[in-house]
């Protein structure tokens, strides 16, 4: 007899929530007695235009919108959302407060005193460096971009390309300057804002040099603002204090709800990153929904989540001043005892993080209650990779009563195709339900829906948060085949999912070769333009593969040039290239030599079926014989598979004994 769901946390009945609130709005506004999710859920994605009307209405966001101008062209790609609607989401998040001296940023960094901003305060700076900016040349359209950490000064300095309806890019400084040109070269950016550096783990991380790499590579960048986190500042920089000295009126541009916000990047599995363009409305209401009504944000709460501005979450953070009271940026390691510490200290109320951090905790022994003051915690959210059964008895157990809501999306949409409710139970292992207005299935091969089966992640309706355009895509032609090519007008996003009898999520990882570790998702074509730029090296393979205990491994094979051997020195060497060249999250948990590398007859690299080969799938299922250039190859990974399969078993045998 197998095992039912195990339920980990059950909302209190009658507990307010925004959720339930919105749901009585409805049914007084609209006339829609929805009880229970399941029910809101399904009228959320067949009616879109009534729907997302009454997430613009109940959000704030403008005049009530004829439900008619909601939705005019409902295909996909291309739907056109809003089309008269006039928003600008620097102007959403800076609106008149009753209380302006109430701290809307706290950076929190190692080894130095938080620092906080108060709503009056982030305008002021806002207003000041939008004003410097339009001084340096910065006109609507102009792209931003951004070498920063996730610090209060990385706020502003989106806050203010929004508001001048300029485009924002960015990317945290773990990226090695190659890599960050890589992204901002194509979007041609006008002005750089970047930091000398910062602490982390202990250990300041000076930065200027990386800098001025970087701006060398940029050579459409004819300003560039340095923010002094370490202190020197940058040569040839305008000062951070200087930018933001000279008071201005705070005057939003007047965009439209299509108007390009920033541009995010996919993770560069082949060839460069591809930008991700996403719209100002879209972003808006993205966030109104996934943060105010899914995660429970608003005016009272602290929102903190461990990120990087190189991954969207950041920008998910930043969107929760559309809703929330305050923000908490954290700049440093993610070890265990720094960041429940900050949860505690900065009464967080709501926090996310990832699986990886919460299995570092679990296995460290830490015990956050028991250590730390987490009384004002409500929710933790997880996301970056699905979140395994033991990690949900973990917060239950040692960190409190407060639901887990594992969450899923990404990039593609700035925000989560499915996630928690505060309305709904909370079962281990498993994602509670599908977004309002996400209309998701899992489908076969066939196009045909899956409940109780694995299948792929498809989303059938289009959703506001849907990339606008791909930068440098003029024909749309690389949107269409990045999501479309597989169920053409359907979303296919890249997820092999389980979609229960309950409506829950199961997610069981990428059908695609995405690197997704510690949360972040990354490009194998970074470490790809690291390691095989080195003589020794011919070609290399980098895999992220989920395993069945909820870990994650990482390896990189290599194939090396005539004469070389993978000793104790060329190991170090590629692991030190790839930190250097890409960033320290890219570097392998273990370099193997291998004879070859297998290819498609036209050159492409066979990532995803070895990928599934080293999860333990028989060739045979993962890759035609007639496709491959050099077939017997397959069988050495094969090989690789069993070996670690059987170490793993030796040691958790060893350990129980």
């Known amino acids: 007899m197998t095992d039912g769901p195990r339920v980990v946390w059950t909302p209190t009945p009658g507990a307010p929530s925004r959720l339930s609130e919105f749901t009585r709005w409805v049914a007084d506004t609209r006339g829609l007695e929805l009880d229970g999710y399941p029910r809101l859920w399904e009228w959320s994605v067949t009616d879109l235009p009534g729907f997302w009307s009454a997430v613009w209405e109940h959000g704030g966001l403008g005049a009530p919108v004829d439900p008619a101008r909601v939705l005019t062209d409902e295909a996909m790609p291309g739907a056109v959302w809003f089309p008269d609607a006039r928003v600008n989401l620097a102007a959403r998040v800076l609106r008149p407060r009753a209380d302006e001296d109430a701290v809307a940023v706290v950076t929190v960094g190692e080894g130095a005193a938080p620092a906080e901003l108060t709503w009056r305060e982030l305008r ?28 209060g000064e990385t706020v502003v300095t989106f ?31 006008v002005l750089l804002v970047a930091a000398d550096g910062h602490v982390f783990d202990g250990r300041p991380r000076d930065r200027r040099a990386a800098v001025a790499e970087l701006r060398a590579a940029l050579p459409t960048v004819r300003h560039v603002v340095g923010v002094p986190r370490l202190g020197p500042g940058l040569d040839d920089a305008l000062p951070w204090a200087d930018a933001v000295a000279e008071p201005a009126p705070f005057a939003p541009a007047d965009t439209a709800f299509g108007d390009p916000l920033w541009v995010l990047f996919s993770s560069g599995t082949t060839g460069l990153p591809k930008g991700i363009v996403h719209s100002h ?36 953070l930043v969107g929760g001043l559309a809703v929330a009271g305050s923000v908490v940026c954290y700049d440093g390691a993610p070890t265990p005892d720094l960041l429940w510490r900050l949860v505690a200290d900065q009464r967080v109320t709501v926090f996310g993080t990832s699986p990886g951090f919460l299995a570092a905790t679990q296995d460290a022994g830490a015990r956050p209650a028991a250590e730390h003051d987490l009384s004002a915690l409500r929710v933790v959210g997880s996301t970056g990779a699905p979140l395994p059964a033991r990690a949900y008895d973990f917060v239950a157990a040692e960190v409190g009563p407060v639901p887990v809501f594992s969450m899923s999306g990404g990039t593609d949409v700035a925000g989560a195709f499915a996630m928690g409710a505060m309305t709904e139970p909370v079962v281990a292992g498993e994602i509670p339900v599908r977004g309002l207005g996400v209309a998701l299935e899992a489908w076969d091969d066939a196009g045909r829906p899956l409940v109780g089966a694995v299948g792929e992640l498809v989303v059938t309706r289009p959703m506001p948060s849907m990339p606008t355009r791909f930068w440098d895509d003029p024909d749309g032609a690389r949107y269409r085949d990045a999501y479309f090519a597989t169920f053409p007008g359907v979303w296919r996003h890249g997820d092999w999912v389980t979609l229960t009898e309950r409506g829950s999520l199961l997610v069981h990882g990428r059908s695609d070769s995405t690197l997704n570790r510690h949360g972040v998702r990354m490009g194998s074509a970074d470490v790809y333009a690291a390691v095989e730029s080195m003589p020794e ?40 290239r790839v930190r250097e060249r890409a960033s320290p999250r890219h570097v392998p948990d273990v370099v193997l030599a291998v004879r070859g590398i297998p290819h498609t007859r036209t ?22 014989p007639d496709v491959v250039d050099d077939v017997s190859l397959l069988a050495d990974f094969q090989q690789v598979a069993r070996e670690r399969r059987a170490r793993l078993t030796a040691g958790r045998a060893a350990a129980g004994s």
């Not at 050159?603 to 080293?614: A, I, S």
Request: hydrophobic share 50%; glycine share 10%.
């Open 124 to 151: 002021r700076d806002v207003a000041a460096l939008a004003a410097t900016m339009r001084r340096l040349g910065v006109r609507p359209g102009d792209v931003v971009a951004g070498y920063l950490p996730n610090v």
């Open 537 to 576: 090296v011919a070609e290399a393979l980098v895999i992220g593969a989920e395993e069945d205990d909820g870990g994650y491994w990482m390896p990189l094979f290599v194939v090396l040039a005539p004469g070389c051997v993978l000793d104790a020195a060329l190991d170090a060497a590629i692991r030190a």
């Open 603 to 624: 050159g492409k690299k066979l990532e995803v079926p070895v990928k599934r080969l080293l999860q333990g799938a028989d060739p045979d299922d993962v890759v035609a």
């Open 281 to 316: 409305g879209g972003v808006l209401l993205e966030h109104l929904t996934m943060l105010g009504l899914h995660l429970d944000l608003g005016p009272a709460d602290r929102f903190c989540w461990y990120t990087s501005p190189s991954w969207v979450v950041w920008n998910c």
């Open 159 to 189: 806050l203010a390309t929004a508001s001048l309806g300029a485009i924002w890019s960015a990317v945290g400084q773990e990226y090695a300057p190659s890599a960050a040109a890589d992204r901002f070269a194509q979007l041609r950016p």
